[in-house]
């Protein structure tokens, strides 16, 4: 079956700490991965996704289909990252439906 | 560019009344799509067009739960009767046919219904 799992629902840390948000996934095939976003009171958007291996606001995520893992990282927390951010999968062929974690909420503090 | 554009933003009823949301999508996306996002989780499919066509509707509880999209534009996602455990925020996205496999969803600000 297909999944997406994010194991934190919450993670804090401060301001120009190192930020790492944890996705892992169940897909039997090769799956296309992304990293969505929603800011306080703004709509979800695409953050980024795996295919084109670009860093967007700092943010970087690199799929590990040994560990069928694809995490979110940045070096540096800045206040502005605060938001929630969801994973999500598209198997190849399936037209674009995503599935979505349930989310981690990150939250940096001052 | 407005982006895609749902209403109502809120809605309050009793249960087993009916309930209807409108989405606008981008202009020129071929993709429509309905989530459902019960709180505290991620985005759930509820039915995906291509122009006017549901490919997708595997999802949707088809008992209570009907949607349409005339025209191959704007959508109507319906629920009568609504029950208690639909309160969440629908959740209306778009896409141009050319990048669903890129997984660019635009999405609105979606419904938030709650059923009392």
């Known amino acids: 079956a297909q999944r997406v799992t994010q194991p934190e629902k919450l993670l804090s840390v401060f301001k120009g700490a190192p930020v790492e948000l944890k996705c892992n996934y169940s897909?039997?095939?090769?799956?296309?991965l992304f990293w969505y976003v929603q800011y306080s009171r703004q709509r979800l958007q695409l953050l980024l996704r795996?295919?084109s291996r670009e860093s967007i606001k700092g943010f970087t995520a690199d799929l590990n289909k040994g560990e069928t893992s694809f995490h979110l990282k940045k070096p540096f927390a800045q206040e502005e990252d605060s938001a929630m951010y969801y994973c999500?999968?598209?198997?190849?062929?399936?037209?674009?439906?995503?599935?979505f974690g349930k989310g981690t909420k990150l939250s940096v503090k001052p | 560019e407005a982006g895609v554009v749902q209403s109502p933003r809120y809605k309050i009823i009793e249960k087993k009344q009916p309930v209807a949301f409108w989405c606008n999508p981008i202009?020129?996306?071929?993709?429509l799509y309905w989530y459902l996002q019960n709180l505290g989780q991620g985005p759930e499919l509820l039915i995906r067009?291509?122009?006017?066509?549901?490919?997708?509707d595997s999802q949707l509880p088809k008992d209570r739960f009907s949607a349409e999209r005339l025209k191959g534009v704007d959508s109507t996602l319906k629920i009568q009767p609504a029950e208690l455990g639909d309160s969440a925020v629908y959740l209306c996205?778009?896409?141009?046919?050319?990048?669903?496999?890129?997984?660019?969803?635009?999405f609105g600000e979606g419904s938030r219904l709650t059923v009392l």
């Open positions: 795996h295919i």
């Open positions: 897909y039997s095939g090769s799956p296309e």
């Open positions: 999500a999968l598209s198997g190849r062929g399936s037209q674009g439906n995503l599935i």
């Open positions: 202009s020129g996306h071929n993709t």
């Open positions: 067009y291509e122009n006017e066509e549901a490919v997708d």
């Open positions: 996205a778009s896409s141009l046919f050319s990048d669903t496999n890129t997984g660019e969803l635009f």
